[in-house]
């Protein structure tokens, strides 16, 4: 059989990414900061666009309009993820699920310094919320164990014992050498080994270890106010119990087309070059608006649906969260599963309990047993951690014991896993934890006056 080539027509449907779509998506990708640089640099292009300032919130709610996005105390949570504050609201999220409880921690981490040093004293704040001394220290000493260690601490003496203690270094001759740190700065080694009852050789490297313990360990977080972020939606509870989805203004930078400078211009321009950059530059004027209402309406969209399909977090915390998927939100919206994950990554939420990614709110499925039905991984690590933080000395809880207390809550889970999420939670496992469990009552035992 000889072979041949000829032409053959064919028709196929595709689609073409033109410069404007590209531009487009990236758009939507960008970050607050990343998008503030883009606009500024389309300001200085264009002579003909200017800043708008800022409109009202567009917002949506579950049910009728309630309260406002804005009463919630944006300068308490507003910070970037890798700030202190928001570092420690995240902790204290997923360790306290009693609404006192968390309450208290929230009062305390308000007075952290930017080094993590409390400055509130629990006597004065149990007055304040009409509360015992007890259910303050005892929630101090819950966030004291929060990563990193030394956090919470009341001076530098508290905050080297509590990374001591993080790291199970916390001997009698280290608890000893820490109250005598004057000593420590007088280099009054004769003394302290007197006290510590050590000799040359364990008290260099008792000095050594202490040398290696950070005595501000707030500072491993940016809390330099300039990179603050402005959330992009912000949520709040209506009178009514609905959640009230808003865009934040704050973080929508606007242009307009200034009519009256391109009509001077226009009058004034004679040459074709000029005409055409004129042309040029309404053209792109108009562009730059749409696409930045259409980033606006797309994350409004998104938000809102997470907000709905997660509303049991939004009452009840870390917890209540559900298995979501971007499908399942794109699906809900009608949109691509890509544009749902290029919205969900360097935009914020800003809620009552702390500003979230909105990222965090999808969350592989953990199967649940019996007729439970699947739970979100992320609430399987909120459980975890809040049944350890309820632990005493004589309840400390093995990973085994772990996956029993989930195993009744309806959830089929693999000891391996539990181990697994509680390392990602920074949290030791349970013998170190015993072990500090009973360094810090026999501490109070001797601590309290006879």
């Known amino acids: 059989m000889a072979l041949s080539s000829k032409p053959v027509l064919r028709q196929t449907q595709s689609l073409t990414m033109t410069p404007q779509m590209q531009q487009s998506l990236k758009v939507l990708q960008m970050s607050r900061a990343e998008l503030e640089d883009f606009v500024r640099t389309e300001l200085e292009a264009n002579p003909l666009l200017q800043r708008a300032s800022a409109s009202p919130s567009t917002g949506v709610t579950s049910g009728s309009s309630g309260a406002s996005a804005h009463d919630i105390a944006l300068e308490r949570f507003g910070t970037v993820q890798h700030s202190l504050q928001n570092h420690v609201a995240e902790q204290i999220n997923l360790s306290f699920r009693n609404p006192q409880d968390r309450k208290i921690a929230e009062e305390l981490a308000i007075t952290l310094d930017e080094a993590g040093y409390l400055h509130t004293d629990p006597e004065r704040l149990a007055k304040q919320l009409k509360l015992t001394t007890e259910q303050v220290t005892d929630i101090l000493h819950q966030c004291q164990a929060f990563e990193p260690a030394g956090l919470f601490a009341r001076d530098l003496a508290e905050c080297l014992r509590l990374q001591l203690r993080a790291d199970d270094k916390l001997t009698t001759a280290m608890a000893q050498l820490l109250t005598h740190l004057d000593l420590v700065a007088k280099r009054d080694f004769t003394q302290l080994k007197k006290l510590c009852l050590v000799d040359d050789e364990e008290l260099a490297e008792m000095l050594l270890e202490l040398r290696g313990l950070n005595p501000k360990p707030g500072l491993a977080f940016d809390n330099a106010p300039v990179l603050s972020t402005i959330p992009d939606i912000l949520v709040s509870k209506a009178e009514t119990g609905q959640w009230h989805v808003t865009l934040n203004a704050e973080a929508l930078p606007r242009v307009l087309v200034n009519e009256d400078y391109s009509r001077k211009l226009s009058q004034t321009s004679a040459s074709k070059q000029e005409k055409d950059f004129l042309r040029d ?88 047993k019996d007729n439970h039905g699947d739970f979100a991984s992320e609430a399987v690590r909120a459980k975890i951690k809040t049944l350890i933080a309820q632990e005493t000395l004589q309840t400390v809880l093995s990973d085994e014991a772990l996956v029993h ?29 015993r072990r500090e469990k009973r360094l810090h009552a026999g501490k109070a035992r001797a601590d309290k006056p006879a």
Not at 287 to 308: F, G
């Open 405 to 433: 207390r989930l195993s009744a809550d309806g959830i089929d889970i693999a000891r391996r896993t539990v181990a697994k999420y509680r390392e990602e939670l920074g949290i030791p496992s349970s013998a170190k934890r």
């Open 281 to 368: 530059c309404r053209q792109k004027a108009g562009w730059l608006t749409r696409i930045l209402d259409q980033r606006a309406r797309t994350i409004l969209n998104v938000a809102s649906e997470i907000v709905l399909q997660q509303s049991d977090f939004f009452d009840h915390g870390a917890v209540a969260l559900k298995p979501m998927t971007m499908q399942m939100v794109a699906d809900a919206i009608e949109m691509h599963e890509s544009t749902i994950s290029r919205v969900a990554g360097q935009k914020y939420m800003l809620t009552p309990s702390g500003l979230y990614e909105l990222r965090y709110f999808f969350n592989a499925a953990i199967k649940g």
